[in-house]
C-alpha cells in the first residue's frame, strides 16, 4: 500500500509539474506576440529624406514594436510604384498632381488625405558661382544667351513641374533649351542637388529644404505667381496593412514636436 501511495504521490507531482510547464510556455508565447514589430512602409518624397528619418527616431522611442520602412524617391516614381502594386501604407508626395492622380484611381482613403507641408522652390548656386548667377532673372538672361548648364528635375518630379512653371512664366522654350544643351535632368531633387553641389552646373532648381540639407547657396526663391505653391499632401493608402498604425504615423508628423523639425530645415507647417 505504502508503494502504491507513494507512486499515486509521483505521479500527481508529474501531472502538476506538466500543468505549470505548459502555462509557463503559454506565457512565453504571449509574450513573443507582444513583442512582435509592426512593420509600417511609408513612401515619401525625396525632399523629405532628413526630416523624416528624424522624426522615425522620435516615433520609435514611443512606439517600440513598430517598425518604419521608408521609401524615399520622386513623387512621380512613388505613384507609379503604387500603381503597380507596391506595397505601401501611406504616401506622402511632393505635389498634389501625383495624390490626385491616385484618388481618381481609387486608390487612397479619401477622409485621411490632408495637406501637411508647404515648401519653397529655390535656385541654387554651386559655391564658386562663376557665372554670377544672383536670381531667376540672372539665369533667364543667361539661357537666352546659351551660356550656362542648369539642372532640373524629370517632367515626372513635381520640383522638375514647377520648374517647368517658372520657365514657361518667362516664356521659355525647354525642349529648345533641352536641344541646345543647356539643361541636365535629375530623377529627383536629391540628384539636381547633387549636381549644383559637386559643380556639375552653373545653376539648379531645388527646394529650400534640400539647399538647406545639402548646404548649397540659394540666391532667390520663386513667387506663387511663378510656380503656384509647393504644397505636400499626405493620404493612407486603401488597402493597407496596416492602415491604423498609419494613421497613427500621419497623427504623429502633424504634431508640435516634428512641426519643429519640419520647420528647422525650412518647412512651413500647414495646420
Known sequence: MKGKHIM???ITQIMLASVIMIFFLAGCG????????????????????ETLEEIKQLYIKENSN???????????TLKTQIEEGAECDLFISAAQKQMDELDASDKIEKDTRCDIL????????PDNNKKNINSYDDMVRHLKSKDILMAMGNEDVPVGQ??????NYYGLDEKALADDGLITYGSNV???????SEGAVDCGVIYSTDAFSAGVTVVDTATEEMCGKAVY????????????????????????ASSKIFEKVGFTVIK
Open 8 to 10: 499515486k504521490k509521483r
Open 30 to 49: 504571449s509574450g513573443e506576440t507582444k513583442n512582435e514589430k509592426t512593420s509600417l512602409t511609408v513612401f515619401a518624397a525625396a525632399s523629405m529624406t
Open 190 to 196: 536629391k540628384e539636381v542637388t547633387t549636381q549644383v
Open 233 to 256: 499632401p499626405a493620404s493612407v493608402l486603401k488597402g493597407a496593412s496596416n492602415q491604423e498604425h498609419a494613421k497613427a504615423f500621419l497623427d504623429f508628423i502633424k504634431n508640435d
Open 66 to 76: 513598430v517598425d518604419i520602412t521608408f521609401n524615399f524617391d520622386s513623387s512621380g
Open 118 to 125: 508647404e515648401n519653397k522652390v529655390t535656385l541654387v548656386v
Open 162 to 167: 514647377y520648374t517647368q512653371k517658372i520657365l
